[in-house]
Structure formats: structure tokens, C-alpha cells
């Protein structure tokens, strides 16, 4: 057992309520009180133990009530609200300090939620059980009462019969009804001097007198919440302020992140569809307004902006306007609508809601709401239809202009269907997705179909229509509407077919015992045109992925590094310079195209602006299908070319690139350069004037693959070598040197090239090696952030580097980077996981792996070291095996 545990255990043994000294149990066990105060300090530091008293200090343990896999609602309610994570834990230290807890006064803008965090205080004291089930909440604002002072303070503290005049008889104060529980004064810096005066006795020894008493003294246990929007300092009386000693300040909207705001819209939706009784859908439109919008009473206005959009939302429903609860930015008022104009400034929250036009938010009574994309999740070509068509018309779409839309709507949506029914569904499992009526249906379907069109319907053709058959009986008897607002485009173009769907509704009749529309005849007429060459033809295309974004070299930059990082040529980079007009642009896109001859799929990746609609006005002239991701960044050109080398489909490679944003949402993004600790730095040092150490460096530059917003190569000219420790210095008082080009040998530890090594380009590669060595500690340390829960990602990932480096010089090898990215995600997941005091999994048969890789052990033992005394841990025999793992295997040499 470790000491601090011995310690630990000794305090909860010896206290019985007044609190254990440092000596006593120093003395209790033997050991000197210097290590035990220690300790102590620890285990207050982990909310373990609270001490109270100057001299002598007292402590006390905090007695593990809840479960571990029990979260309170202030655990919960900071998950969701990280920005608040200090606040909570003032709170919980407030409610925790013996023997009643401490008075809390809560700072904050209107609006940001001071009396809800009043109430969850409230609700954590009750779940600890440091107060009973049905301890009182009692809330008094001041501000009602601000004009009449003497009734403000009767109010709070009772009225004794005969008081002032109209004071009839006694009456109970408020503090008198919280007694066992909390009183949140609202408004405290309405509380006139007189009452706060009259606080000072009670918050003293809980005792107080009603109004107009003078012979009897009462006692109360409350323990006081306050709040206000001013100054302390400025409003309330400095002897006040000496006694409520916890203050928290909670920040405004504008201070949290835009995650907690998308959190918080999400739970007032719930909120509102629990009150209403049904589900509310919400354009993402909506919801982009919803997270920008200019809302300066902070999170009160957010609430009751949401709620008067609802209600006009169900207004619109009760009175037929609308199917459902549907929210539209049509629908929402001119100030919150201005949200969707600000989209430079939340550019990485875009990256979660392209395609905009095409996805809805679900939200009902339920925790978990619901992104509702084409097909909502099915493959449901008449969800698409029907939100499509609300929101076209919503937008003042009609008639001609509808129709294209819609036309190519239900084109792509087939295109994709085939694949992607194709790829998830086989034809020996069917029956199970879909039921053996469906599947005899299909079957007499595609055997009638075959023998009026002449041809062999393709395995394509049965899978898809199984589904969409079921999709459309179930929603038939639901008694939804079916309808295809391209019927009689459907009925000309593909008059062969459709003749063949009619004749099977009446199949789809006799079977299944329903009654089908004739929009549903167009439907399976699409499927027969598609089956054949077109679609098989299109599948065998290439994609080709070219990038667009301002900037003199802002694209090729980017294409530059994913096709060097996946050893190709493949993506195309076109520059958009600032100087140039968008028409010039679009101009040297289409030039390039016709002289490339390419008439493959394209996906577009553009950054911003007008770039956007390129991929529209190429369909137009050029007759190719495009897909444009606008936000571009280095991940996604890496991801859509890696997939579209691969032989991908245009729709696989869009839907695939667009899932790189989950991982950019994840805060790894949202990092700026400036945020980072250091700078890296190549130092060329030449003494044969400066520029020499010029060339080199454009020597380097021309060779080397890095960001030039972390890393920079530094040219220095020495006289003579007598000043060149002084100079490094000072460049590493800002930069850290990851190595050294020099036509001569430095006494330092730095990795070193010779000036020859970097003309022959002999060290090109090992410098890149350390290059990709430092960028993968940068994007593990950004992809840990939210990861690790006791430990900071940024600090442990240079501890494990100095871990690795150890063991690396030890067996004298080097390890690769897919290598190293495994090895520090286990080492940091292991240091957390045995801060928080998490088990360790037993290694199969430890002993005799010992044995046979001893040098192994004892290397990796040692190096460990560095990670026990740092976190102060202690890394197990099975750990080490864990970690020995990693080093047996070949592949981690380059």
C-alpha cells in the first residue's frame, strides 16, 4: 500500500467529526509529519479530504456516499458545459465544507443562468446527502421588493404582530421557510445596507429576530446562495462581503463555446417538444442561426427566443400550414436569421452542416436528438422528397425552377441508392431486412419485368426495390402520403418503363393487399432506366479530386502535401489569388479541364465564396457530375484522394471526405498556431558569409514537407565559433532547435548534418523524420485533449517522448511514426487511467515473457521511471509487458 493510501486510511479512521492533525497521525503510524501534511494536501487536492483551521490545521475525509459509476447533476450538467468546470467545482467545495457547507455568491451577466445553477447546487447537496430529500429551495428576488425596503427585509426575516402598520399578525420569513435547506436571494445588490446588516448576526451563528421582535432570538440552518449582475464591490457592503468567502462567476454566452451553445439549443428543443407532445424537426439553417445570432440577455433570451419560435411552429401545424412541428429559417424572426450571415466567424462549426439543404434536426422528450439526412437513415426516397419540398417552397421556389431541383434531387438520389443498397444488402440476406412477402413481391416483380423489357434486371435492381417496397407499404399504412413530383417527366422520358412499373403496382396490389398510387409507378420506372449501362458505366469512372482556394498558392499548397504524404499526383490544385476575379478563375478551371480531357467525376474541395457554385456551372457545360465540400483543409484533401485512388464512387468519396469534420470538430482544429507552447526551428550555420546559410536553407525548403506555421529554418552567419553557444541560446529562448546543418561539429546534444550531407541530400530524410516525429506529438496532444481526464494531453505527450527517446537510445533503433502514434496513445491512456485509480489488466503469462525478453524488461523499466516519479504512479510488471510489446516487433524500425 502506498503511504498516501496508509494515510488516507488512518484519517477516516481517526476522525469522528472535529477533524485529525497532521501529528496525530504521523504519530499513529510512524512517520514524520512533514511527509503526512503532504499527503494531506493531496487528498484535499483530489476532493478526498476538506481541512479547516489555521493553527492547528484540522482534516476530515469526504465520505465516498455516491457509487463510482454514479454521476451527480453537476457531474452531468459540466459534461455539457465544460466552460463551467471551475465554477462546479467551487460549488461542490462550498456544499462539501464541514460542518454545513460554505455561502456562495454567484456573479454573472442577466440571462446566464444564476438561479438554475443556484438550483443544481441544490440538487448536488441533496445527492450527496448532505442535506435531507426534502430540504427546502427557497428563491427571493430583491429585486421585487427594491421600493419598499422595510417590507423587502419583513419578507426575509418574518414580521412580529403589531410591527408597522397592516402588520396584523406574525408572519414566517423566508429564512425561517429554508430552514435545513438554501435560500438563493436573487438580485442581492437590491438588499438595502439595514438588511444586510441584519444578515451579518445570522451568517454569524444562525440566529435572527422578525421584525419588530426585540426578547426572542430563533435559529435557522440555511445556508445562503446569493446573486447579482453588478459589482460586489461596488453594491454590497464590505462586512457582507467578508462573510459569504465563495464567489463564482459564471460566464456569458459569448465567453462559452460554440459546442455548449449547440448543447444548449438542443436541450430547450427537447424541452419544448416534452411540453408539446411531439417531435420537432429543425432546418440545420435554423440551427446556424440558432449558434450565431447575436443574443446579448445570454442564455434566458436563447430560451425564450426558442420557445416563440416553437410556438409559432406548432401554430402553423394546429392549423394545417404544416404536416409537423417544423422549423424553417424562413420561420424564425429577422434577428436571429442574421446568424447565417456571420459564417467567418464560426468557420469550423460550417464543417458540421454542409449540405445544408438536406438534413433536419429530430428533437423530442429523449436525451439523444437526431440528424435526419436523405433518406433518414433508410434510404427513404419520400422523407427526401417531403422535406425537400417544404423547404423549396419555403424558400419561394415554384414551378419551373421547383422542378429542376427537384429532377436532380431524385437523380442523385437513385445514383446513390443503387450503391449504396447494393453495398450494405446482399441477396441471401434480404428476407431478414425486409420479410418474405416483400421479397415474393420483388421476385414476381423482377421475373414479370424481365420478360417485358427484354433484359436481365441486375442484382442492384432486386436489392433496391426490396427495400424501397417495404419503405413504401409501411408508409402507405401509416396513411402518409406518397407522391413523385416528377411523374410525368418519369411518364415521357422513360415511357417503356413506366408502362412495365404500372403493371406492377398491380402485382404489389394482388400480393401485399394494398392500395398503391400511380406516383409510385415512377419510382419503379427508375429503377429499370437506372439498371444498365449508365449506372454501371458510372460506377467504373475515376473521380478526380481538384482543389480551389484563395490565395497565390493557398490550393497547390495543400495538394502538395496529400499527394507527397500518399506518394502520388493524383489531386489538383487550381490557386484562386486575391487580384483575380472569380470569372478568371472559373475561366483557367474550365481551361484545364478541356485541355486535360477529363470527363470523369469531379469533387470539388473550395474554401469559400463564390468557388462554391463551380461545380454547378461544370455540370452545365461540361455534362459531369460534381460534388463540392466547401472549408477546405489539408485532412480533406488527403481523405477524398486516398478514397478516390482506391476506385471509390463520386457519392462514397463525398460522403466519405465529409466525415473527416467529425474529427476536426473534436477541438483538434480549433487549436490556433498561437495556442501552441513552442515553435521548432532548423538552424543552418555556415561562417563563410550569410549566404551560404541562405542556400541551405533554400536547399531545405525545396526538399522538406512541413508547416511553415510551426516550423522555420533559421539562416546564421558566425564570425567565428566563439559566439555560437550564445547564439543558439537565444534561439532557444523562443524556439525549440529541432536540429542543427553546420559546416562544422557543436558541442551540443541536437541532432547534427554536415553542410555536405544536405547538398548530396543524404539527410533530407532523417530531417523529415523529425519533422513527422514532432507533427505526430502535435495532433496526438490535440486528439488527447478531450480524451484524458486527469491528466493535461500536452504535458504527458513531451514526458512520453522523453519515455520513448529513452528506450529508443537504449535498443538503439528508431521507431516509425504509425509505431510511435501507438505506443503514445497507450502510454498517455495508461498514465490517466492509473491517476484515476483504474485497474490494470493482467498480462498472459508475465513471468516466462520476462524471462525471455530480460534486456527488453530491465530497458523499458527503467525508462519507466520517468513516468512514475512525474505522475507519481506505479507501472506494474504487466504494464511494462504491455508496453514491451510495442518494442518486439520489427515494424517499428524505419
Known sequence: MKRIDMVYQKLKELDKGAGVSASDIADSLG?????????????????????????????????????????????????????????????????????????????????????????????????????????????????????????????????KKGAYTGADSDKIGLIEKADGGILFLDEVHRLPPEGQEMFFAFIDNGIFRRLGETDLERKSNVLIIAATTENPESILLKTFMRRIPMIIRLPNLRERSIEERFNLICQFMREESNKLGRQIMVSVNSMRAFLSYSCPNNIGQLKTDIQLVCAKAYADFVSNKKEDIKINSIDLPQYIREGLYMETEHRQLWNKFLNINKRYFIFDKSEKSILLEEGSGEENIYEMIDMKMHELKDRGLSGEELDKEMEKDIKDYFEKYFYKVNNTIDISDIEN?????????????????????????SKEVYCGMAVHIYNAVERIRRNRKIMNPQLNKIRTEYSEEFNVALDCLKIIEQVLDVSMPIDEAGFLAMFFAYDGKEVKEQKSKDVKVIVIAHGKATATSMVETANSLLGTKYAIGINAPLDEKPQQVLSKLKTYLKNAGIKSDILFLVDMGSLTTFGEEIEKEFGIKTKTIPLVSTLHVIEATRKAMIGHSLEEVYEETLNVNTFLEEGASSKTVSEMEEKLAIVAICTTGEGSAVAVKNILEQHLNYDNNIFEIIPINLVGTESIHTRLRNIEKEKKILCIVSSFKIDTSIPQYGLHEVLSLEAIKPIQRLIDIENTYIKMGDTLENQLKNINSKYVLQDIKKFINAIENELNIKVNTNALIGIALHVACMIDRLKGGGSVDEFMDRGKYISENYELYNIVKRACEILTKKYDIDISDDEICYIMTFFNYKIILN
Open 31 to 159: 512517520l514524520s509529519r512533514a511527509n503526512v501534511s503532504s499527503d494531506l494536501n493531496k487528498l484535499c487536492d483530489e476532493g478526498k479530504a476538506v481541512k479547516t483551521g489555521t493553527k492547528p490545521v484540522f482534516f476530515r475525509p469526504v465520505q465516498e456516499i455516491l457509487h463510482k459509476n454514479e454521476e451527480t447533476s453537476l457531474d452531468k450538467f459540466v459534461e455539457k458545459n465544460p466552460s463551467l468546470f471551475s465554477a462546479v467545482e467551487q460549488a461542490k467545495a462550498a456544499i462539501l465544507y464541514p460542518p454545513g457547507g460554505m455561502h456562495i455568491l454567484i456573479l454573472g451577466e442577466t440571462g446566464v443562468g444564476k438561479s438554475m445553477f443556484a438550483g443544481l447546487i441544490h440538487k448536488y447537496a441533496i445527492e450527496i446527502n448532505r442535506m435531507e430529500k426534502n430540504s427546502p429551495f427557497v428563491v427571493f428576488n430583491c429585486a421585487d421588493y427594491a421600493n419598499n425596503p422595510q417590507l423587502l427585509i419583513s419578507q426575509l426575516f418574518g414580521t
Open 433 to 457: 431486412v425486409v420479410g418474405i412477402e416483400i421479397v415474393r413481391v420483388v421476385e414476381e416483380i423482377i421475373k414479370f419485368s424481365e420478360k417485358r423489357l427484354n433484359r436481365v434486371l
